[in-house]
């Protein structure tokens, strides 16, 4: 079965306490970025990747790290945790065919930071 | 950067009536615009998408029209039925770095 995978579903941290949200897809896509959505703001992009070892900044970068060793892995790291990083965290993939291709998405992640 | 807005940002409807939402961007590159529906609790999932290319697309109960000189698109959704609840979230990408840039979502709630 296509899909992409986070984990964990849910993650209660404490501020400062490094953490990272593993996300995984088995469809081979090239096209792989990190969104949070917050209430009334949508999905807002954290970084992307267009390939093994290509990442780049999305919208809302700071306080993130990503990594692309292998192409079906793309990981978030919060360093150092804090209370503003509380949120609800897509992880998705595509691929690089055309004009535009479906975004798959990750069943989420809820991290709170307290 | 690209910035897409979406309004309403709720939206009721008797079940049977229409829905509309609506959805406009800045970028004029952007070329690709498609629709996702969130369920409560669920992932995103793709509805409905358009090209540049293309001034509407239908399938079933529910259409997409785009309007590229005005910048602004739309979702249609015709019959509406308790399932159509959820969230509606509109994006548009210019395609190279395939970022899409999402709306602010529309919780759209059927009436019985």
């Known amino acids: 079965e296509a899909q992409v995978t986070q984990n964990p579903r849910y993650l209660i941290t404490v501020t400062g306490k490094k953490l990272t949200v593993t996300c995984s897809q088995n469809?081979?896509?090239?096209?792989m970025s990190w969104y949070r959505q917050d209430p009334g703001l949508g999905l807002r992009q954290i970084y992307y990747?267009?390939?093994?070892?290509?990442?780049d900044k999305g919208d809302v970068p700071e306080g993130y790290k990503v990594s692309r060793k292998e192409k079906r892995n793309f990981p978030l790291i919060l360093e150092s945790p804090s209370p503003n990083q509380t949120s609800l965290y897509f992880c998705?993939?595509?691929?690089?065919?055309?004009?535009?291709?479906?975004?798959?998405f990750g069943q989420g992640t809820r991290l709170t930071v307290v | 950067g690209e910035n897409v807005e979406q309004h309403p940002s709720t939206l009721s409807v008797q079940e049977g009536d229409s829905a509309v939402i609506k959805c406009t961007y800045s970028?004029?590159?952007?070329?690709?615009f498609p629709w996702y529906k969130q369920e409560l609790g669920k992932r995103p999932q793709l509805i409905i998408d358009?090209?540049?290319?293309?001034g509407e697309k239908k399938d079933q109960r529910i259409a997409v029209t785009l309007n590229k000189t005005a910048k602004h698109f739309s979702l249609h959704i015709t019959e509406t039925q308790p399932e159509d609840s959820a969230v509606y979230f509109c994006?548009?990408?210019?395609?190279?770095?395939?970022?899409?840039?999402f709306g602010s979502g529309t919780q759209l709630t059927v009436l019985p």
């Open positions: 998705a993939s595509s691929s690089s065919g055309g004009v535009g291709t479906e975004a798959f």
């Open positions: 469809m081979n896509h090239e096209y």
């Open positions: 990747s267009m390939n093994v070892e290509v990442t």
């Open positions: 970028d004029s590159a952007s070329n690709y």
């Open positions: 358009i090209r540049s290319n293309v």
């Open positions: 994006a548009a990408s210019s395609g190279s770095a395939r970022q899409l840039t």
